[in-house]
């Protein structure tokens, strides 16, 4: 694994898991080794209502495979309360309904290509854009290495 960055202040460094399931438990203990600090969410509602309410998310990461979430809607109404949160889908397959600019990473990844992949996330929130302005276009996993 990567080595350890220094903590910057909380700016960027809050996340908000999405759903229960032995994928993102590991996904958390990664992000938490990496000094972020992670929220859980049992189902879409309760993602929502965190990223809604809560100060400070930078990142909303979904794995909703055989939840019944309509991922798009999902999205939609996060976007709507909250647009300066990015947001990440793992998966193997894109659900229907995803926007295209939410990157999805394949359900098998090095832990240095998810951090790698969260830290640009939380860069581009943390550059100013215009109203309207598109944010930039999923990452690729293609040239990172799944072992």
């Not at 854009?129 to 990452?139: F, I």
Request: proline share 10%; hydrophobic share 40%; aromatic share 4%.
């Amino acid at each position: 694994m990567s080595a350890q960055r220094p903590v910057p202040s909380s700016e960027g460094r809050r996340i908000v898991i999405c759903d229960y399931n032995a994928l993102l438990l590991s996904v958390t203990g990664l992000l938490r080794m990496d000094n972020y600090c992670v929220f859980q969410a049992h189902d879409g509602l309760a993602a929502e209502e965190l990223c809604g309410r809560m100060p400070k998310i930078a990142l909303l990461v979904l794995n909703t495979y055989g939840t019944g979430i309509d991922v798009g809607d999902l999205v939609r109404r996060v976007r709507l309360a909250s647009p300066e949160i990015q947001i990440l889908h793992i998966g193997s397959t894109i659900p229907d309904g995803l926007p295209d600019d939410v990157p999805t990473i394949p359900e098998v990844f090095t832990p240095e290509f998810l951090l790698d992949t969260v830290r640009t996330l939380i860069e581009r929130r943390l550059v100013p854009r215009l109203p309207g302005t598109p944010r930039p276009v999923a990452l690729s996993p293609a040239g990172a290495s799944a072992e």
